[in-house]
């Protein structure tokens, strides 16, 4: 590898100092590097990567690496997390270990992963309104006053249910770990294809999650309240990107054409790193 994209949380690193040491060093050994600068206080877009690259290197942590993630999706440039922020699923390298893996990927010593991604869009009279990728997860939630969410399931054009619940979840399996086990839904190996659906706080004894295939259609339609209340939800994309929904709204979600590369430098199961994250949180 020999062309860098540095994407760096400037929340994580205010001052750029590790993200300098690492452009100083590349270029050190003949690599080009560009830089694309994340700030959190910003409404995003898709970042231009338009020229081409061997690697993004994302300096921050999972969240960031999501949205590097969806927002250069269409490039198909491979991604390597620097994690800066607490243990996580997807920036695998530590700051104390970066250097010596920059230097693996100067030898093109490393591993691939595909990851499987979403396509969501929101359908309004009949017209695509929004519409974005998600690594994670597509999450339909209430928003505003503390009320339930009426709305209903529909998979391959066919009623499954109708709830009246917080909202619901449909995971990637690179997403199981995130808002999906919080919620009570099932931990996936992250390279599967397939789609988990959750929902959240339903007010019912028999809702349960149910995994789907990933060839399959999954609608979420927004209904009305009580005595015809308009209901108050939104779409959120991996935590980061949301959109207000209107009762009659329709979220349209299926597996994306695209994948997203994630590349790995060590050794190291998703079963060892989740005994990990579940050790560090108690739960041993």
Wanted: one cysteine or more; a negative charge.
């Amino acid at each position: 590898m020999k062309n860098f994209y540095i994407f760096t949380n400037l929340k994580k690193d205010p001052q750029l100092a590790l993200t300098n040491k690492i452009r100083t060093y590349l270029e050190s050994k003949g690599c080009s590097v560009k830089m694309l600068l994340h700030d959190e206080t910003l409404s995003g877009g898709e970042m231009d990567v338009s020229d081409g690259g061997d690697c993004i290197l994302v300096l921050g942590g999972d969240g960031t690496l999501l949205r590097a993630a969806r927002e250069t999706a269409e490039a198909n440039i491979p991604l390597l997390g620097i994690n800066l922020g607490t243990l996580g699923f997807l920036a695998e390298v530590e700051e104390n270990d970066a250097f010596l893996c920059l230097d693996r990927l100067i030898a093109d010593e490393y591993e691939t992963e595909k990851r499987m991604l979403l396509d969501g869009e929101v359908i309004r009279g009949g017209k695509t309104v929004f519409g974005t990728h998600a690594l994670n997860d597509i999450v339909v939630n209430r928003f505003g006053p503390l009320m339930v969410l009426p709305y209903e399931v529909i998979v391959n054009g066919q009623l499954l249910n109708r709830y009246q619940a917080d909202g619901m979840i449909v995971a990637t399996p690179t997403g199981s770990t995130g808002y999906n086990m919080s919620a009570g839904g099932p931990i996936v190996e992250p390279m599967a294809q397939l789609m988990v659906m959750t929902p959240i706080c339903p007010h019912t004894l028999s809702a349960r999650s149910i995994v789907l295939s990933a060839d399959d259609v999954v609608e979420i339609v927004i209904g009305s309240g009580r005595n015809g209340q308009v209901s108050q939800a939104e779409v959120n994309f991996d935590g980061s990107m949301a959109f207000r929904l209107q009762a009659g709204d329709r979220i349209c979600m299926r597996k994306s054409a695209q994948f997203i590369k994630l590349l790995r430098m060590r050794k190291v199961s998703f079963l060892e790193t989740l005994h990990k994250k579940m050790s560090e949180n108690g739960h041993e």
